[in-house]
């Protein structure tokens, strides 16, 4: 048994030890009589809500009882906050009122009413602690939500509504305050401490808070912001989330008048160029891990918000992310290793895996991930989802029952060579050694302003073969790119959506044209095109070349 996976099963007796004793705890009379005590009646200011809602999700919450998280709905019409069958990130949605800034959006009376009356009813129905609705990462946006949206639902309200809201608001705080940090790690643990900052801040006396929040957040910037700026978790999508909690919690800090928290600004300058370094020509993320694009505006808001003015990297060593971008092209290739436990719960097994973009145009794709289904999330974590090569049609890492990766690459290593007109990249991964002996070798080029952009692979087997191998290289193709084999299907020709034609060749194995989908944002697959280049691993070493150049 490996060191990694003995620890990963430690963590997991003791983390279940804590939950069964904390659950023993907290679900008691005694405990929850605890969580009484004095009641301001009043904040001394709402934190500022920097991000835009959107008032179609309002429209559906108000008229069809429905929430909404990117396009996907779940329809509630009796009030029931504890709907049976429902997967745990729709609990979490409904539960931390992120969708209050939805209702904002829309404007009106409507919305301030709908605010006061689903808060009033969740008060109701939950006046004591519960292992799931309680839980921390979950209090602490419900109450970094409540709080900022304060100025727009609750200023208003009656003296009766703002009564019961504050003694819920503050037994919320009280237990958070006893239980962080608890068992919570990455981006939840990010959004608990800010719930309790807010807390500290917008009530008088309650600085004891602030000062608890404050502690685990500089703790937590140094864990979860890598030294290269990315996030521990290497998801684009969770790296921007962290940044915009960094903000919010710098600017509620400011608007409560303290002074500025250099740590939370030097977290900010490290994270800003690395969420750079994930967009393609078009603003929007590459997708890798989890990530799906995101907006281009939602994207350059975050970067404005931050006011970090830090140069977009070309290498991110610690993440294991490297960019080459030369003209009009961009290539960006994942060189990492999966993330350490927990936060490799919802990576991809994508090892060298990479994204192609010219302009504003994607060609190559990843095949993305849904943001509401755990069956598609499982499925295009897979390997074969992914521009990269496949060894027998397998995942490199075997999946844990938990979602969590079994064994995984030893060693990664990256070499890069940047000249004046051209640019190779070499890199390797020994992470189909446990399973076949087998070490794989890509090598990137690009030159002639981008219009030059070749790969090879390179498979070698230093323990001798025992048995042949299938071989697959996929490059799946943006819905957008129109494709058709040439020359007799030794070649492919690509018409990219502004126009331009890319000729796409291949050496050392047969050229394929299959079906693929891309599920880069949204909630609706749709179907695109991948190239296949397949062949056979025979001897001790195998190479397949390729190449995708621009049409004069």
Request: glycine share 8%.
């Amino acid at each position: 048994m490996s060191l990694l996976l003995l620890h990963g099963l430690q963590q997991e007796v003791v983390k279940t030890v804590r939950t069964h004793a904390g659950r023993l705890t907290y679900n008691s009379p005694l405990y929850n009589w605890s969580l009484g005590g004095t009641v301001p009646d009043r904040i001394l200011f709402s934190p500022t809500d920097l991000w835009a809602g959107d008032a179609d999700s309002a429209r559906w919450l108000i008229h069809s009882g429905a929430f909404s998280i990117e396009g996907d709905r779940l329809e509630l019409h009796d009030a029931n906050w504890t709907p049976d069958n429902v997967e745990d990130h729709w609990i979490s949605h409904m539960h931390s009122f992120e969708w209050i800034r939805d209702l904002r959006a829309l404007g009106g009376d409507a919305g301030r009413r709908s605010a006061r009356a689903m808060i009033e009813n969740w008060i109701d129905n939950h006046q004591g602690w519960n292992e799931i609705t309680w839980r921390s990462d979950i209090v602490g946006r419900r109450l970094g939500n409540w709080l900022s949206g304060y100025d727009f639902f609750g200023e208003s309200a009656s003296e009766e509504f703002q009564d019961i809201f504050f003694e819920s608001v503050m037994r919320q705080l009280r237990h958070l305050s006893r239980a962080l940090p608890g068992m919570l790690n990455g981006l939840p643990l990010l959004y608990a401490i800010k719930g309790l900052a807010y807390g500290g801040l917008v009530f008088e006396g309650r600085e004891a808070y602030l000062e608890q929040a404050l502690n685990l957040l500089d703790e937590q910037i140094d864990k979860q912001i890598l030294s290269d700026g990315g996030h521990i978790s290497r998801q684009p999508q969770q790296l921007m989330e962290s940044i915009r909690i960094l903000i919010d919690i710098r600017a509620a800090i400011r608007q409560g008048g303290y002074p500025a928290i250099p740590k939370i600004q030097h977290g900010l300058d490290r994270a800003v160029p690395a969420l750079r370094f994930f967009r393609h020509g078009d603003g929007a993320f590459a997708l890798f891990n989890n990530t799906q694009e995101s907006t281009a505006d939602k994207i350059k808001n975050t970067i404005m918000q931050a006011s970090s003015r830090a140069r977009t990297l070309n290498t991110l060593p610690h993440s294991g992310y490297e960019r080459i971008s030369m003209g009009r092209s961009l290539l960006l290739v994942d060189v990492g290793k999966p993330p350490t436990w927990p936060h490799d719960k919802n990576a991809h097994i994508a090892p060298l895996s990479f994204e192609f973009s010219h302009g504003r145009e994607r060609v190559f794709v990843n095949c993305g991930t849904h943001p509401t289904c755990p069956q598609w999330q499982d499925a295009l974590r897979s390997t074969p989802a992914h521009n990269t090569l496949i060894v027998d049609d397998r995942n490199m890492c075997d999946l844990n029952k938990d979602g969590s990766m079994g064994h995984r690459p030893k060693s990664i290593v990256v070499d890069r060579d940047d000249k004046k007109d051209l640019v190779l990249m070499d890199a390797c991964h020994d992470g189909y050694v446990p399973i076949n002996g087998i070490t794989h070798r890509r090598r990137f080029y690009m030159a002639d302003k981008g219009h030059d952009f070749r790969g090879e692979d390179n498979l070698t087997c230093a323990t001798g073969l025992v048995t042949e191998h299938k071989v697959a290289l996929r490059f799946h193709l943006h819905p957008k790119v129109m494709v058709s084999l040439i020359k007799g299907g030794e070649e492919a020709l690509l018409r990219l959506n502004n126009g331009t034609g890319w000729r796409f060749t291949v050496q050392g194995g047969s050229l394929e044209l299959d079906n693929s989908i891309y599920l880069g944002s949204g909630i609706r697959p749709r179907k695109t095109k991948q190239l296949v280049i397949r062949g056979l691993m025979d001897s001790d070493h195998a190479q397949f070349k390729w190449a995708l150049q621009l049409e004069n």
